[in-house]
C-alpha cells in the first residue's frame, strides 16, 4: 500500500468522479459513526462507493458505509462522505487523508466535517452536539502527521499555517443557526487518538487537563490536509457518551452508533441551516 500518491494518482481518482457525476460540488461533507441517515436528505443523488475507485481505501467499520453520495442540499451540491477512512483500520495516514485531497482537487473549498466523540467536558451529555472550535493533534505529536513525506506545492506549502483549523466564520453562522433552531450548540477542543481501544481514566484526566472537551479517532488529520490545500473547514462532535474519568462507566461502539439517533436531526438542522447561508 501507498505510503504516498503521487497527484496523477489523485488525478486518476478525480477523473473517475467527472465520469460517475455531471455534479461539481463546492462543498463536502463527511459524516461520522452514526451519522450515515443525514445522506438520505441528499436529493437526486450520484452514489459511488468507496471500492469502485481507484487507489481508494474501504471503509472496514460497522456504522461506516464507505460511499460517496453527490446530489443537492439546501440549494447547494454537496459532496457527502458516508463513512470516513480511520487509522486504526491499518491504512496509513496518506490513505486516510486521500479522499481530501480528491476533494480538493475535484473544487471542493468548503469541507464540514462530523465525528462521534467523547464528551470530556464534565458538562456535556450524551446526545449533545459540539462546534469544535479547535483540536489536539495528537496524532501529529507523535509522529503521525498527514503532510509528512513530499510536499505538493501545487497542492499547498510545506509548512502550512494551523492558525484558524476551524474557520471563524463559519463558526459564526453555525452559532447563528443553533441560535434559530433552538438547539443547545456546545463549543469546545477535539482530541483526536489513534483509537481502536476507548481511553482509560487516566487518559482521560490527562486529556481534561490538556484542554480537551472532546475525544475521538478520525477529523483531526482531515482536517489538516484540508487546510494545507486551503479549504475551509468547519466541524462538529456529536457527544456519544460521557468519558469515564473515573472508571465508573464503560463505553461500547453500540452505544456510539445509538447515541447518533439523537445526535443526527440536531446536526442536520445545523447543517442545512449553514448550507443555506454559503
Ligand atoms: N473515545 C474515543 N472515541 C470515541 C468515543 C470515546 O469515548 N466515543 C465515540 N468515539
Known amino acids: 500500500m501507498s505510503a504516498h500518491f503521487s497527484l496523477d494518482q489523485i488525478d486518476e481518482i478525480v477523473k473517475t468522479l467527472q465520469s460517475r457525476t455531471s455534479y461539481r460540488p463546492r462543498?463536502?461533507?463527511i459524516l461520522g459513526s452514526g451519522l450515515n441517515d443525514l445522506a438520505?436528505?441528499?436529493?437526486t443523488p450520484d452514489v459511488i462507493p468507496f471500492g469502485e475507485l481507484p487507489h481508494f481505501p474501504v471503509s472496514t467499520v460497522f456504522g461506516h458505509a464507505g460511499r460517496i453520495i453527490i446530489g443537492e442540499l439546501e440549494g447547494q451540491t454537496v459532496f457527502v462522505m458516508q463513512g470516513r477512512i480511520h487509522f486504526y483500520e491499518g491504512y496509513t495516514m496518506a490513505q486516510v487523508t486521500l479522499p481530501i485531497r480528491v476533494m480538493q482537487r475535484f473544487g471542493i473549498e468548503t469541507m464540514i466535517v462530523t465525528?462521534?466523540?467523547?464528551g470530556v467536558n464534565p458538562e456535556f451529555i450524551p446526545g449533545d452536539v459540539m462546534l469544535i472550535t479547535d483540536h489536539l493533534n495528537f496524532l501529529g505529536m507523535m509522529g503521525h502527521n498527514p503532510l509528512m513525506g513530499p510536499n505538493y506545492d501545487e497542492i499547498g506549502p510545506r509548512f502550512p499555517d494551523m492558525s484558524q483549523p476551524y474557520d471563524r466564520a463559519l463558526c459564526d453562522l453555525a452559532r447563528g443557526v443553533a441560535k434559530k433552531e433552538k438547539i443547545t450548540l456546545r463549543e469546545g477542543v477535539y482530541a483526536g487518538l489513534s483509537g481502536p481501544s476507548f481511553e482509560g481514566p487516566a487518559d482521560l484526566r490527562f486529556l481534561r487537563l490538556a484542554g480537551a472537551d472532546s475525544v475521538g479517532m478520525s477529523t483531526v488529520p482531515e482536517v489538516i490536509v484540508a487546510r494545507h490545500g486551503g479549504l475551509r473547514v468547519l466541524g462538529f462532535s456529536g457527544i456519544s457518551n460521557k468519558a469515564n474519568l473515573d472508571g465508573s462507566t464503560v463505553t461500547t461502539h453500540e452505544e456510539v452508533i445509538e447515541a447518533g439517533k439523537v445526535i443526527t436531526p440536531k446536526m442536520e438542522k445545523l447543517i442545512r441551516g449553514v448550507l443555506r447561508q454559503l
Open 27 to 29: 462543498v463536502s461533507i
Open 40 to 43: 438520505n436528505s441528499v436529493q
Open 115 to 118: 465525528n462521534a466523540a467523547g
